[in-house]
């Protein structure tokens, strides 16, 4: 069986028992083949726009023996698929505002969805302001650190949630602030610690424009300080 990455692994945690799947840049196609082979999905469509990366996972497909229940596609984001050929996306390791370009530009693909799992590299928040903006609601997350590097991952369903989220639940996660996940400590010292970077970039500058992102900079947080001093008991030095 093949054994995955903790990234990797955590994102197929969310996909659903017997899905049809889609994954997004794919590249190796080591999700789509464990999707198979652990027989979590039904089928699972493995896509990329570029040919090389899409050539490495036909042959990962073909090593671990599951072409019958994995096929490929070469295109660009959700373009190669039908509306309502498959009801869960995967689309893991780049950057939220990619994730966003491709969700957008495929309406049709999007509206016929039950789950999307995104884990962006970069951009978090982003997806979080795209996903409460485009009435998907954030319905888990998770956190994983592997080789010293965090990924977040966001699962959103159809429909909008009963409260808006306030700026620290798009910053950090409104699942991984209300569940406590056990990493979120860390990982907000380490944001902490490259907003104080940047901050000290910043003040060196004489900018008008430096000023003002040094002010709300500071403010983002005040606010983040005074969240996680409530909700966990943490307070940022
Ligand atoms: C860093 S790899 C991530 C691979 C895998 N999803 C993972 O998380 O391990 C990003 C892949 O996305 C593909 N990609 C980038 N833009 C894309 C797009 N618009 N549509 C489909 N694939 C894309 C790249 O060719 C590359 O293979």
């Not at 104080?196 to 040094?214: G, T």
Request: net charge negative; charged share 25%.
């Amino acid at each position: 069986m093949i054994k995955l990455s903790q990234r990797l692994q955590a994102i197929a945690n969310f996909v659903p028992e017997g899905a049809k799947v889609a994954d997004i840049g794919t590249d190796h196609g080591f999700l789509p083949c464990y999707l198979a082979q652990s027989g979590q999905a039904e089928l699972v469509i493995a896509c990329d726009v570029n040919a090389q990366p899409l050539s490495l996972a036909q042959k990962n497909i073909a090593d671990y023996n599951v072409s019958d229940k994995v096929s490929t596609r070469l295109g660009n984001g959700l373009a190669v698929l039908k509306p309502g050929e498959v009801d869960t996306v995967t689309i893991a390791g780049m950057g939220g505002a990619l994730m966003i370009d491709i969700l957008d530009a495929s309406p049709n693909v999007v509206d016929r969805l039950k789950r999307i799992v995104l884990q962006p590299n970069v951009g978090a928040e982003a997806v979080r302001v795209w996903a409460e903006k485009n009435r998907w609601q954030i319905v888990a997350e998770d956190l994983v650190k592997e080789n010293d590097i965090f990924s977040v991952i966001i699962v959103l369903e159809q429909g909008r949630s009963d409260r808006f989220m306030s700026a620290t639940d798009l910053y950090l996660g409104p699942k991984l602030l209300a569940e406590h996940h056990p990493l979120l400590g860390l990982y907000i010292s380490e944001e902490w610690e490259k907003a104080q970077y940047i901050l000290a970039q910043l003040a060196q500058s004489d900018s008008e424009e430096s000023r003002k992102k040094e002010k709300q900079l500071r403010q983002k947080w005040e606010d983040i300080n005074g969240v996680i001093k409530c909700k966990l008991g943490v307070t940022l030095s």
